[in-house]
């Protein structure tokens, strides 16, 4: 297996890249995820017409800095002339890829007929891919897919083929269809067909929560890179594991003591990176705050309070006292079972 993949011009490590999460994925996110080993990075959606029409915050989404790369800028629309015009636009910001998203499920989105709404109607997908590609010039555009609208209409197939012939440089699948959301396990034989069916590169999306699940994804479906989403939260050491275990070398996971040292500092690349107070900045931190909290006992409890946070010093606290009850538990088990 070759330990690198080539999408257009850029070659990218073949170990694992964040997917793009609106909401989630901010730039603060990608630099985290970034530090600890993220291949690649995609912008959270961004509309089409949005940049069209010059709104501030879709200009803020699009911001490539050097620290970040490679990253690609992804958008979404309905319509082949709006795309072109946002392409060009977005060329501004010297992205390295410029991704399109087919695949979104939410309703507000969908219901524009853009995400994932174009898995049913492909000819459209094919005009708005030759318009982006177009427009693009030397830079790769890619495109972000799902298996299909529903059980009944799995197409991706279909989808991914018209869309490697109108000038897609890459195909990213995620292995639900619509309707499914994320609910159930991701289909890994669709993905496995896609990357059969085409030459370009595919990517493989859908439940990747360890190394383990990295390498199967690999080993299940031949495809080029792996990317990460909800696995990712509270856990961009996700990528150093993958990276260690593709490569070969030792991978120690995280103390209690070194997630919450990490959390910390995810929050205040947080308030730092936003233009807004650092109570509404903590307040976008908080989910951040709680994912790392996960799997421990009394996080319940713990993220209950992460969702209460309004400073940056309420949040040391609370990394304290969480730090303190797990080391506490560790040492009342040990006495029990010496």
Not at 2 to 21: E, H
Not at 36 to 42: D, I, K, L, R
Not at 123 to 139: F, N
Not at 281 to 310: D, I, P, T
Request: aromatic share 8%; net charge neutral; hydrophobic share 40%.
């Amino acid at each position: 297996m070759s330990n690198t993949i080539k999408i257009g011009n850029v070659i990218l490590d073949k170990t694992a890249a964040l997917a793009p999460m609106a909401g989630v994925a901010d730039r603060a996110y990608r630099l985290m995820c970034k530090k600890y080993g993220s291949a690649y990075s995609v912008s959270e959606m961004v509309s089409a017409k949005g940049i069209c029409y010059s709104d501030k915050k879709t200009a803020e989404l699009c911001t490539v800095t050097d620290d970040e790369r490679p990253m690609a800028v992804q958008l979404f629309g309905s319509e082949p002339d709006f795309m072109a015009e946002a392409v060009k636009i977005v060329l501004e910001y010297k992205p390295d890829i410029i991704d399109i998203n087919m695949g979104c499920p939410v309703p507000k989105v969908v219901n524009t007929g853009a995400g994932s709404a174009l898995m049913k109607n492909i000819s459209l997908a094919s005009e708005i891919t030759e318009s982006a590609v177009k427009a693009a010039g030397k830079v790769p555009v890619t495109i972000k897919i799902r298996s299909g609208w529903s059980a009944d209409s799995i197409n991706a197939v279909e989808m991914a083929k018209a869309l490697e012939s109108s000038g897609a440089a890459a195909i990213a699948v995620h292995g639900r269809t619509r309707d499914r959301f994320y609910s159930g396990m991701a289909d890994l034989n669709i993905i496995k067909s896609v990357k059969k069916a085409v030459r370009i590169p595919v990517i493989g999306n859908g439940d990747i929560t360890d190394a383990n699940s990295c390498i199967n994804m690999y080993s299940e479906t031949d495809c080029d890179l792996v990317m990460i989403g909800r696995g990712s939260y509270g856990n961009p050491f996700i990528f150093k594991e993958i990276e260690s275990a593709l490569t070969g070398k030792p991978y120690v996971p995280p103390s209690v003591e070194e997630k919450m040292h990490v959390m910390l500092e995810h929050i205040r690349m947080i308030i730092e990176m936003s233009q807004k107070s650092e109570e509404l900045a903590v307040h976008e931190a908080r989910k951040h705050a709680a994912w790392y909290m996960n799997g421990y006992y009394g996080s319940a409890k713990f993220r209950a309070k992460c969702y209460q946070l309004a400073s940056y010093a309420e949040a040391e606290l609370l990394a304290e006292d969480f730090i303190n009850l797990q080391n506490s538990i560790f040492h009342n088990n040990f006495k029990k079972n010496s």
